[in-house]
């Protein structure tokens, strides 16, 4: 990414209040935001609901940081636009900026996903980052090439799935997976650069009507197929 600061603007077919609500209400906030961890609800009070400037009236949030949201009716839905903040003068911070903005990228489609295929519902949630000198990222290697709005079949880790490709940019492409009670699968990949000389590779699995035993064995089999190809070699960056 360049140092220019990054717009993010994401549709939802969704009416304003419903996104407006979806990202207002702590509850529903778990509905997207993030994955499953023992600081979620502590992560989501710190972004969302520290520091922060809201107004109702036109939709806008501004949270710490400065990364600046608004949601604006548009055809058939909403338009959510959210404006990152400039870059700062400290180097360490802005070694994770270019991190904070793909998570915004996942965050905000996960959104999107949750309100336009299962509003009001709870999910379930698996993670895995890491990185490894691999050119390839991982929806490369699980063969999922196809353009947005594609059907697709894949073998995801043992596992024959179905879906359509949900959305893509630069760096990440998400799927959904009809196995997972039309469920999300997000993968992202970065090359090897100078600030991440091996690279990085992350998936999020969101998953609906699955029962512990199922997302155990989900776990499992995509353990085993990503550690050795993307061994967590890196800290995670800090809390907003």
């Known amino acids: 990414m360049s140092d220019e600061t990054p717009v993010i603007v994401v549709t939802v077919a969704a009416p304003v209040e419903a ?4 990202m207002r209400d702590k509850e529903k ?25 809201e107004d109702s009236g036109t939709h806008t949030l501004e949270i ?12 058939g839905g909403s338009r959510i636009t959210l404006t990152r903040a400039p870059h700062a003068d400290d180097p360490e911070w802005d070694a994770y900026y270019d991190d904070i ?17 299962h509003p009001g519902e709870p999910r379930r949630t698996l993670f895995y980052a890491g990185a490894g000198d691999r050119s390839t990222g991982p929806a490369e290697l699980l ?28 760096n990440q ?18 090359g090897a650069t100078e600030k991440k000389p091996n690279g990085a590779a992350m998936a999020v699995l969101t998953l609906y009507g699955v ?17 050795p190809r993307y061994p967590s070699t890196e800290e995670p960056p800090p809390a907003e």
């Open 19 to 22: 996104v407006w609500d979806a």
């Open 29 to 53: 906030i778990k509905h997207w935001h993030g994955w499953e961890f023992d600081g979620l609800d502590a992560e989501i009070d710190l972004i969302y609901f520290t520091a922060f400037t």
């Open 64 to 75: 710490q940081g400065g990364d600046r949201f608004v949601v604006e009716p548009h055809e």
């Open 101 to 117: 903005t793909e998570g915004w990228i996942t965050f905000i489609q996960q959104l999107r996903f949750a309100l336009e295929r």
């Open 143 to 170: 063969g999922l090439t196809a353009a947005v709005g594609s059907a697709y079949e894949a073998d995801l880790c043992g596992e024959a799935a179905t879906g359509r490709v949900w959305f893509r940019s630069d």
């Open 173 to 190: 492409v998400g799927v959904s997976v009809d196995q997972w009670g039309d469920g999300l699968l997000v993968l992202s990949h970065v």
């Open 211 to 227: 029962d512990d035993a199922a997302r155990e064995s989900i776990d499992k089999r995509w353990s085993d197929w990503w550690s």
